[in-house]
């Protein structure tokens, strides 16, 4: 007996000496018992060591064949679950293990996984305004782990702000929007590249930087962007999630005249004539609600950008936070749409 615990135990002082991984260490501990066992059936029969220890190699034969019995059915467990379960859970290559952690909830979702949290990281996207809406749908896309996001702002951070634009603070007052913004989502999220733009969008730039990015986040407040921004994006072919609110309302939808979904202006063709929509400024504005919609601006993204569940394109949601209710509204593309009508479509 005493022939095979020391050999055993002076295997593991070896291993645990060099620091040798557990499974190393197991697997010379095996090692040996099999050599030991092997030696037993070796020696001649009525040999007074195999005679006295022939109980005990029986029972590590035995033993051996149980536990051999175990790990082959744990493999071939192992092979169905992963044929029946799509192995969209691995861990995404090349994430450090720091990042790893950090999208830890993301990567066990069954619709993101790694692939998707890769397909995050590789994804750029710019998000129009960094106020209301802007400021949750940049926060969660920033702690989401897109790898690219630009902000196109000129407003500076005011006190009448700071109600609802949540990733501003009281410090940030005078200081541009985009670059408050882009402080504080770097403080969130080291791992991810924002693009600041202190500046309006306008159609000067607007081709040139849309097509720089694969996905726009319309958080703007004013008509005439918001036009633009869609104009762009539909000849682009570039997925726009654009939201608005009203006082007490909001409303988003995933604009994609490319994948045959309407845009922006096959739902509302012309803008209300001036003096006919009141601004946040004039009529007021729940604080949380630009946290609700932009949050959901921010989830209907990740979802573009993933291919998880079906986003609102083709669908407008209306969320009515004075009542507490929830409305989807189905929107056709239009043939004769000024802005998408003659544009092609991919297959949808
Ligand atoms: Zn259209």
């Known amino acids: 007996m005493i022939l095979l615990i020391l050999p055993l135990i002076v295997v593991w002082g070896i291993g645990a000496a060099t620091g040798a991984p557990m499974r190393q260490r197991y697997v010379m501990m095996a090692v040996v018992t099999a050599i030991w066992a092997a030696m037993q059936f070796a020696l001649p029969a009525g040999n007074p060591m ?19 019995g175990i790990w082959g059915y744990r493999r071939l467990f192992g092979r169905i679950k992963a044929r029946v ?5 691995a861990p995404p290559r090349g994430f450090s293990g720091a990042e790893l952690d950090r999208y830890a909830r993301h990567v066990i979702l069954r619709e993101i996984g790694g692939v998707g949290q890769k397909a995050l990281r590789e994804a750029k996207v710019l998000v129009v305004g960094a106020g209301g809406l802007g400021s949750p749908a940049l926060q969660y896309l920033a702690a989401a782990g897109v790898g690219t996001i630009g902000v196109i702002d000129d407003d500076t951070v005011e006190a009448t702000n ?3 634009q949540v990733i501003h603070t009281d410090a940030m007052i005078d200081v541009p929007k985009v670059h408050s913004a882009a402080q504080a989502m770097v403080a969130q999220n080291p791992y991810v590249t924002v693009r600041p733009y202190h500046r309006r969008l306008t159609a000067d730039i607007a081709s040139e930087l849309i097509a720089d990015y694969d996905l726009v986040v319309d958080g703007c407040d004013d008509f005439e962007t918001r036009y633009l921004v869609n104009s762009v994006c539909a000849q682009a072919g570039v997925p726009l999630v654009a939201a608005a609110l009203t006082q007490w309302e909001g409303q988003i939808s995933v604009y994609d005249p490319a994948r045959n979904a309407p845009c922006y202006a096959c739902v509302f063709p012309e803008a209300p004539a001036a003096g006919l929509s009141a601004t946040c400024a004039e009529a007021g504005v729940l604080g949380p609600l630009p946290g609700v919609v932009g949050a959901m601006m921010a989830t209907e993204a990740v979802k573009v950008i993933t291919g998880a569940g079906d986003p609102l394109r083709g669908r407008m949601m209306i969320y009515d936070a004075l009542y507490a209710e929830v409305r989807v509204i189905s929107a056709k593309r239009r043939g004769d749409c000024a802005v998408c009508g003659g544009l092609n479509t991919e297959a949808a």
Request: zero cysteines; glycine letters at 12%.
């Open 50 to 68: 195999r005679v006295d220890t022939e109980y005990l190699a029986q029972s590590f034969v035995g033993g051996g064949v149980i536990v051999a």
């Open 85 to 89: 379960t799509p192995d969209v859970q």
């Open 162 to 164: 700071l109600q609802r």
